[in-house]
């Protein structure tokens, strides 16, 4: 299998996103930054998620290649970071990620109907 720079980022980016947000989040004294994280668990993760699946639908990159990678990376950070409560998290974001998908390809099963 041939990978391509577009396959790689939309594979990777999420992954190096949530990494860098969960860093800054939890190793900086900055009061701005405090609750960095929560809004990332509840609004930029998931759309992170719903976003790369939508771009692997239209690029057609491996949907599930990219689910794991993305679903590892939060697993990291969970074990780093978190405590077990926020594993409800990982089902949240998986949901998230297949309506995604399932919109784009709705969307085109309707436009070639």
């Excluded at 969960?22 to 990332?40: E, R």
């Excluded at 790369?52 to 780093?80: D, G």
């Amino acid at each position: 299998m041939k990978v391509n720079g577009t396959q790689m980022i939309v594979t990777y980016f999420p992954a190096i996103i949530i990494f860098l947000i969960s860093l800054v989040s939890f190793t900086t004294t900055h009061p701005n930054l405090k609750g960095l994280f929560i809004i990332s668990l509840l609004v930029i993760f998931p759309l992170l998620y719903f976003i790369q699946r939508i771009v692997c639908s239209v690029f057609k990159v491996n949907f599930l290649y990219s689910l794991f990678i993305s679903t590892m990376a939060f697993l990291i950070v969970l074990l780093v970071f978190l405590n077990s409560s926020a594993i409800i998290y990982i089902f949240m974001y998986i949901v998230t990620g297949i309506l995604g998908y399932g919109l784009v390809k709705l969307a085109q099963e309707l436009r070639n109907e």
